[in-house]
């Protein structure tokens, strides 16, 4: 009881913050996320097989995730851009030339390039760098099938670096973010002794 | 072979994905191919970018119910159903346990002795004392502006020459009032009413220093001379809250902490009674404190505010101020946690972080356009004392009743907006909104850099897709010119008035107006001019490092706005969708409170929070004072702390009084207050008026209401954060339980997220 207990903690506290992340980028709410995450516990707690789960715990828990989060769009009837179909078709925002120009501006957004991203595109790339997963486990959360996954992330990859310069430079790492972040940084501990 | 830049394999490869067989063959080819190599550099450089940009993106947690619920479900299947709900529950007095164990060192010990000490000095002391020359004195209803334009000179050496002193000596005033040092801080005594033996040598006597702060001078001679003359000082007062609008604030807030000090450790700043006593040393800021001042983070400012204190009724029976729907206090308080800091104590203003909160008070009935919702019970820091809400709750607005809106968003596009929690944050929070528009509506665009340029003129609200293709080309770039981008933005509002409509702009900035017109006080005055033509101003503050929270307050206290604080996307969808109508349809303009406590119940009491919307007592009546407004389905939340007659108020107190009415009277039904309300609508003159009695249920703490229990953990949290001279026996674990059991429904988890907030307080201040 008490081990099981613990163990579930440490599930938690593992893996609670990034599917919640993930979760609200699919419902786009907080509070639907948090559902989603809860019942995607729940149904951990009655796995039987728990020890059969330990090697592939997050990519499981990233499909079970994403299903409950699918079936609660469903649900509320605003599944609009996240059908595997739909998300392929969903256009990407072609960028105006001064947007184009803009953000090539040094300290261009990631987050912002990221966003512009198709919704498929965006999920694979935040899959693999932002939650670690393999092109494999990718494909195993998305049903995407592999090449695909590997198809998107390239072509995600390809269009962020063409918008923003940062990621993209040709004269060696210029981390223009790390720079600004380091003076953000240097503010804020200066707000506190 | 050439590799084709397009195979996805160049990014499989780069990113360790390749099968061993693939690899090789793969590896082959990129050896006879530079450019192919290059590309896999890049991919790889993008690659570890990317990661750490999407590593630092905060990530949400569960709410401490849901966990438990989750712990709950974790029971093997074959136990039966009675052990595994008592299993559950041990699981949640376990958790709570825990945190009750994180959160036991509470904050009140590391708080004083981090902040470095610094009393200034004797000189700057004394500007407090001296009022400005003859020719610079306001008029009486002009006192705001007035206190805008007097030159900050004076005042500003204060901030560059601080001295370590801890007892400041003072050379004598420059009236025939006496200063005294008593541990290390001012006190202003009126020397003729000392010295007829009325008062302890720690009563405040405020005479001086309000007859200076608030400079109403009707016979018009000099101040120095007024300072004794009783005519002058009965009418000194305050038009409206001081700290918003106080001298030299031009010059930067800090030299007006210490310019005020004085003043403001009396409290008595925001009262027009000379008369007035303060009860206890409380007022007075323990040496720690004066370095508030000082700790402004990075460029951030905040206006210093002194937490109120307790008035004895016989005194002062009359408590009266302005409301306020701001809630910018909490989402800044929260970024600071969230940040694992603990926010600076002049950035947290419980009255905002209370009303960040809505409350379920009954909903106004038939066409009243509010109700107004007392309780009393025993106040949870001090059992001894009674804690009084009142709760206001105003009309909400269906969206057929709605009023078409006529919105101009002035935006900062300047340099300093990049950020990923400023200029972007910005358009994902218009984003959210823009959808909620209809052909009723009329939207606009300025933005402001160096020069302000109007981005999307004035347009029908359900042309959706020109209105977003505009947010979307937005960027960030070059300097500030604030004061340029305002006028822009009221002449697109005057073009396209909306009569009977909302007409508002609404300013998304970081605050920092950093070129060209910063003179505050012309700003101001716009502003101002603009709102009684019925144009309203709400300023969104956005962003970190160099947020001006006193210049944004000001600037929406001044256009009968709101000022709200927006972090993340969910405080944008909390300001801008859920919450919309509140947030830019006024129902109610110049809202007020006036209570009148019974002293033959209660022998003090002080409000919590709202120090800087104290209202002079006849203002109340006087339909020419200005006043905060609410907006539709808006709650406001009120509480006082009421020490009970015939309980020692305690401290080094005040000695009886020789020559006042004798104390028994009878008690009036009971009661112990009557709570005055008065507000406006929008396009109306003249105020309405709505009371309610208050009345003791008597009740313990723990069996109040959810909405009293929570708004006493919201109290408790702040008078933590503020370190208030008036905490008691407030600690984090206290606000945690309140907080708990004055979760309710917690429809949009605001509640439960409030409480994992002080968790995190109780873990930093470890």
Redesign the interface.
């Known amino acids: ?1 008490q081990a ?2 613990n163990w ?1 903690r440490s599930v ?1 506290r593992e893996h ?3 599917l ?2 993930y979760a ?1 980028r699919l419902t786009g ?3 639907r ?2 559902d989603v ?2 019942d995607t ?2 149904k951990l ?2 796995e ?1 097989s728990r020890e059969g789960l330990n090697s592939h715990l997050p990519a499981w828990l990233f499909t079970v995730c994403r299903n409950h989060a699918l079936d609660l769009l469903r649900k509320e009837g605003r599944l609009t851009a996240l059908t595997d179909a739909e998300l392929a078709a969903h256009p990407s ?1 072609e ?2 030339p ?2 184009q120009a ?1 953000d090539r ?1 040094a ?1 261009a ?4 390039a ?1 966003e512009g991203l198709p919704a498929n595109q965006a999920e694979v ?2 899959l ?3 939650n670690g997963f ?2 494999r486990e990718i494909s195993r959360v998305t049903k995407l099938s592999e ?1 695909n996954v ?2 998107l ?3 995600g ?2 269009t ?2 063409q918008r923003v310069r ?5 004269t060696g ?1 210029q ?1 223009v ?2 720079r ?2 380091e ?2 940084a240097r ?2 501990e ?4 | 072979m050439k590799i084709d830049l397009n195979d996805p394999k160049l990014t499989a490869y780069a990113l360790g994905e390749l099968s061993a067989a693939d690899r090789q063959t793969f590896e082959t080819a990129l050896a006879e191919d530079p450019a192919a190599r290059q590309e896999v550099e890049r991919i790889q450089l993008a690659a570890g970018m990317l990661k750490e940009r999407l590593d630092s993106e905060p990530c949400p947690r569960l709410e401490p119910a849901q966990r438990n619920v989750i712990y709950e479900k974790l029971t093997p299947a074959e136990t039966p159903v009675g052990f595994r709900w008592w299993a559950g529950a041990l699981a949640g007095v376990a958790a709570l346990v825990l945190i009750a164990g994180l959160m036991l060192p509470a904050l009140n010990t590391s708080r004083g002795k981090a902040r470095q000490l610094q009393v200034y000095s004797q000189a700057n002391e004394r500007f407090a004392l001296t009022a400005p020359p003859k020719g610079e004195r306001p008029a009486l209803d002009q006192v705001d502006d007035a206190l805008n334009t007097t030159p900050a000179p004076v005042a500003a050496p204060a901030v560059e020459e601080p001295v370590i002193l801890p007892t400041p000596v003072m050379s004598p005033p420059p009236s025939d009032k006496e200063i005294k040092v008593i541990r290390g801080t001012a006190t202003v005594f009126d020397s003729k009413l000392s010295s007829s033996g009325g008062l302890h040598a720690e009563t405040v006597q405020l005479r001086a220093t309000s007859a200076y702060s608030n400079p109403t001078f009707q016979d018009g001679s000099g101040p120095r001379g007024q300072f004794g003359s009783e005519g002058g000082l009965r009418n000194a007062t305050l038009s409206k809250a001081p700290m918003s609008g106080p001298p030299g604030s031009a010059g930067g807030d800090m030299d007006i902490a210490s310019a005020r000090k004085p003043s403001g450790s009396g409290g008595g700043l925001y009262r027009p009674e000379n008369e007035s006593r303060v009860v206890r040393q409380v007022p007075f800021r323990r040496e720690s404190e004066f370095a508030t001042v000082k700790e402004s983070p990075g460029t951030e400012s905040y206006a210093p505010v002194y937490d109120n204190p307790f008035y004895v009724v016989t005194d002062q029976p009359l408590s009266t101020f302005g409301l306020d729907v701001d809630t910018a206090s909490y989402s800044n308080i929260r970024r600071f946690l969230l940040n694992n800091q603990l926010p600076p104590r002049d950035a947290v203003r419980i009255e905002e972080m209370l009303n960040y909160f809505s409350y379920d008070y009954p909903a106004p009935r038939g066409r009243e356009p509010f109700s107004l919702y007392v309780e009393m019970g025993e106040c949870p820091w001090n059992p001894a004392h009674q804690l009084a809400l009142v709760g206001l709750k105003a009309k909400d607005i269906t969206a057929r009743e709605q009023p078409p809106l006529n919105l101009v968003f002035l935006i900062d596009v300047s340099g300093s907006m990049q950020p990923a929690n400023k200029l972007p944050l910005i358009k994902q929070a218009l984003r959210l909104l823009v959808p909620q528009l209809s052909a009723r509506d009329r939207v606009s665009i300025v933005v402001y850099a160096n020069n302000a340029r109007v981005a999307l003129p004035s347009t029908r609200g359900d042309q959706h897709r020109r209105i977003l293709s505009v947010i979307d080309e937005l960027n960030a770039d070059g300097g500030t010119n604030g004061g340029e981008g305002i006028q822009n933005a009221y002449a697109q509002a005057s073009e396209n008035f909306i009569k009977g409509g909302v007409n508002r702009v609404i300013l998304c900035t970081d605050g920092d107006f950093n070129v060209g017109i910063t003179d505050q006080s012309d700003l101001t005055r716009l502003i101002k001019d603009k709102a009684a033509s019925g144009i309203f101003l709400s300023v969104f503050g956005f962003g970190m490092g160099n947020l001006k929270d006193s210049t944004m307050q000001k600037l929406a206290n001044n256009g009968n706005g709101h000022y709200a604080y927006i972090d993340d996307l969910d405080e944008a969808r909390k300001v801008l969708v859920d919450q919309a109508r509140s947030t830019i349809i006024t129902v109610a303009k110049d809202v007020k409170l006036q209570v009148e406590f019974n002293p033959a119940q209660v022998q003090a009491y002080r409000l919590i929070g709202y120090e800087k919307r104290a209202l002079a007592a006849r203002d109340f009546n006087d339909d020419r004072k200005d006043a905060g407004d609410i907006g539709a389905g808006h709650t406001v939340t009120a509480l006082y702390e009421i020490v009970p007659a015939g309980e020692a108020v305690g401290e080094p107190g005040v000695d009886a009084l020789k020559y006042q009415p004798a104390k028994n009277r009878p008690a009036v039904n009971g009661e112990w207050a009557t709570v005055k309300f008065r507000y406006k609508n929008p396009d109306a003159d003249k105020s309405q008026l709505l009371t309610a009695a208050l009345k003791n249920s008597g009740l313990r703490w723990r069996t109040a209401s959810d909405d009293f229990q929570f708004a006493a953990a919201v109290a408790t949290f702040g008078m933590v954060l503020r370190d208030s001279p008036q905490k008691s026996e407030s600690n984090l674990n206290l606000a945690f339980e309140l907080a708990t059991a004055g979760r309710g429904r917690d429809a949009n988890g605001y509640r439960s997220e409030f409480a994992d907030l002080v968790k995190r307080a109780g873990e930093l201040s470890r």
């Not at chain 1, 940062?166 to 040709?170: I, N, Y």
């Not at chain 1, 200066?190 to 002794?193: D, H, K």
């Open positions: 009881m099981d207990e579930m938690l609670e913050g990034p919640l992340r609200m709410s907080l509070d996320a948090r995450v809860q516990f729940v707690c009655r039987q925002p960028p105006t001064a947007a803009a501006e300290e957004d990631v987050l912002r990221l790339i935040r693999k760098f932002q393999s092109y090449s590997g198809f992330i390239h072509t990859l390809k962020m670096r940062a990621l993209d430079s040709r790492f981390p973010h790390s600004k972040n003076q953000d503010s804020t200066g707000e506190r002794p």
